[in-house]
Nanobody, 126 residues
Framework: QVQLVESGGGLVQAGGSLRLSCAAS????????MGWFRQAPGKEREFVAS????????YYADSVKGRFTISKDNAKNTMYLQMNSLKPEDTAVYYC???????????????????WGQGTQVTVSS
C-alpha cells in the first residue's frame, strides 16, 4: 500500500501560519480525492479540507474556510495544507488521507478514505 507521510507540524502562536505536507511513497493514479482531517484531544476526528487528484478546487470545513488552503503537486506526489491566521482551537493532530472510491458528496466523511498517514501535531498557543 502507498505510504502517506505528513510533515510540517509544530508549535506556533495564534495568528501565525504553518504549511503541512503529505508525501506519497509513489504515484497514485487510482486516487480520486485527497484530504486533510484533524483530531483534537478528547474529540472525534473531523474533516478539514479535500481536493480532487485531477482538479484544483478545494473543499473546506466552515471552521477553516478563508484561512486554510489545500493544494497539490502531482509531479511530486505531495499534497499541502497552508494554514494561516491560526487559532488555539486549530490545535490537533492533522492527518492526510486518500480515497480511491470517493465522490464529491462524500469527501467530508472519514469512511470515504482508505489510506491514512500517521499524523502530525499542530499546537497553537494563545
Amino acid at each position: 500500500q502507498v505510504q502517506l507521510v505528513e510533515s510540517g507540524g509544530g508549535l506556533v502562536q495564534a495568528g501565525g501560519s504553518l504549511r503541512l505536507s503529505c508525501a506519497a511513497s509513489q504515484r497514485t493514479y487510482s486516487v480520486r480525492y485527497m484530504g486533510w482531517f484533524r483530531q483534537a484531544p478528547g474529540k472525534e476526528r473531523e474533516f478539514v479540507a479535500s481536493i480532487a487528484r485531477t482538479g484544483d478546487t478545494g473543499y473546506y470545513a466552515d471552521s477553516v474556510k478563508g484561512r486554510f488552503t489545500i493544494s497539490k503537486d502531482n509531479a511530486k506526489n505531495t499534497m499541502y495544507l497552508q494554514m494561516n491566521s491560526l487559532k488555539p482551537e486549530d490545535t490537533a493532530v492533522y492527518y492526510c488521507a486518500t480515497s480511491q472510491r470517493g465522490i464529491l458528496s462524500s469527501v467530508r466523511f472519514e469512511r470515504t478514505y482508505d489510506n491514512w498517514g500517521q499524523g502530525t501535531q499542530v499546537t497553537v498557543s494563545s
